[in-house]
């Protein structure tokens, strides 16, 4: 199972952008999922992340701007952007915590991530 983003991309300043994420195959359950990104030099840091059942985090810098989503149904999670800024700019990676089978372990997952570019 695998978790693909969709959604990046090029926007001026002030613009939004809207980022997908959903598994590649049928799992079980998802616990927490979430948005990381990394700009270059810069360690991962958490953007966003959300419970099964709807608690929310946000990073400081982002609060008010983003909203993040999910269907528990569809085992998916999206990240509305709003007012976005040249310093959001990064690869945004998905990340969920995951169980394939009811028997399953619980096990961390990490999309392939999506360039999101902010102009100013």
């Known amino acids: 199972v695998q978790l693909v983003e969709s959604g990046g991309g090029l926007v001026q300043a002030g613009g939004s952008l809207r980022l997908s994420c959903a598994a590649s195959?049928?799992?079980?359950?998802?616990?927490?999922m979430g948005w990381y990104r990394q700009a270059p030099g810069k360690q991962r840091e958490l953007v966003a992340a959300?419970?099964?059942?709807?608690?929310?985090n946000y990073a400081d810098s982002v609060k008010g701007r983003f909203t993040i989503s999910r269907d528990n149904a569809k085992n998916t999670v999206a990240l509305q952007m709003n007012s976005l800024k040249p310093e959001d700019t990064a690869v945004y990676y998905c990340?969920?915590?995951?169980?394939?089978?009811?028997?399953?372990?619980?096990?961390?997952?990490w999309g392939q991530g999506t360039q999101v570019t902010v102009s100013s």
């Open positions: 990340n969920a915590e995951i169980k394939v089978r009811s028997w399953s372990s619980w096990e961390t997952k």
């Open positions: 195959g049928s799992i079980f359950s998802s616990k927490v």
């Open positions: 959300i419970t099964s059942g709807g608690d929310t």
